[in-house]
């Protein structure tokens, strides 16, 4: 065989090789998007959502009986951004009162799998409060789930149709778990109207980034090289933002209004560390509760009375 033959034989080998490289990784970016953002029906079951809830909250269903007898549980809908119909439920306070608690649910969650923290704030604490679907869960539409980016901005309407419901002058206080801790943090960092007072983040990523490379390792045991630079450049193309700009450290930079940050020492989904530079990056006032034996979004379930003092304690202070 000769120089010249070799030469061809070895530049379309490359060029295959290329080729395959650039096709896996381009079935591997669309399967990773797919994989981690679309829509999969995420909270459609009422039954199920509330079948699940009671049996890990029974002193939820007597509550929740009682307010659907009294026609207490309220749906009400929006037209959020990007033309999508979003759906809240809320609950009035039983006695009258400016405060305010918007619930943010976490990742393939609901509105009614937060109905342990309106528990708390309304049965408790004499608080008004709002319960969203982030879009793509529940009954809100869309497709694709946001990881609590484009959610921040939905939120902010619903902080508006807030002060509908319940008055201008409520005083608002957004807390959020996982997902919806993230989505808490990322608002955070926006112009936000006078109303809003404080906000609590119970288990929030860092970033998109972060989250997903983590995941990335610990589910299939792979690299953030070249993957997740390329999966982030497709969620740009279809879905207008990268999964380093969707970013809570970058957010809670620039919020100066008061954050409680919780996060359980057993979490491996959203691992502890994570709460410390999102901490650390956070201008004052803010407090930290690393709570003890709490796995991933737990620290309500397993510390319920302790956690309802922290909160009341907390939003007491700027909530008075």
């Known amino acids: 065989m000769n120089r010249k ?3 061809k034989i070895v530049k379309y080998s490359v060029l295959v090789f290329l080729f395959l490289l650039l096709g896996g990784l381009a079935w591997g ?3 990773m998007l797919d994989y981690s953002l679309a829509s999969k029906h995420n909270g459609n079951d009422e039954a199920e959502s509330y079948k699940y809830m009671f049996e890990n909250y029974p002193n939820l269903k007597p509550w929740v009986d009682s307010l659907k007898q009294a026609s207490a549980l309220k749906d009400t809908f929006i037209i959020g951004n990007e033309d999508k119909k979003l759906h809240a ?10 405060k305010t608690a918007v619930l943010v649910h976490g990742y393939t969650d609901n509105a009614i799998r937060m109905l342990m923290i309106g528990y708390m704030y309304s049965h408790e604490m004499n608080y008004n409060v709002i319960l969203p679907d982030l879009r793509a869960h529940g009954k809100s539409e869309g497709k694709v ?3 609590g980016w484009k959610d921040r901005l939905d ?3 619903w902080i508006d149709v807030s002060k509908g419901i319940f008055g201008d002058s409520t005083r608002m206080v957004v807390h959020g778990i996982s997902m919806g801790a993230a989505t808490t943090m990322m608002l955070s960092g926006e112009n936000l109207p006078g109303n809003v007072k404080c906000f609590i983040e119970d288990c929030g990523y860092t970033s998109v980034w972060d989250e997903f490379a983590k995941e990335l390792k610990s589910r299939f045991d792979l690299p953030t090289f070249p993957l997740m630079h390329s999966t982030s ?6 879905y207008g933002w990268t999964f380093q700009e969707a970013s809570a450290l970058n957010q809670v930079k620039k919020c100066h209004l008061p954050m ?5 020492d057993a979490d491996t989904y959203v691992p502890t560390w994570m709460v410390y530079p999102l901490y650390e990056a956070k201008p004052a006032p803010k407090e930290l509760w690393i709570v003890h034996g709490a796995e991933h979004a737990k620290s309500y379930k397993q510390n319920p009375a302790i956690y309802l003092s922290k909160v009341k304690a907390f939003t007491d202070v700027y909530i008075n």
């Open 5 to 7: 033959k070799t030469l």
């Open 29 to 31: 970016s669309f399967y």
């Open 89 to 98: 439920f809320y609950i009035t306070a039983k006695h009258p009162t400016d």
């Open 145 to 147: 789930i946001q990881m």
């Open 155 to 157: 939120i902010l309407k």
């Open 233 to 238: 450049l497709l969620c740009n193309i279809k």
């Open 260 to 264: 409680l940050f919780i996060h359980g």
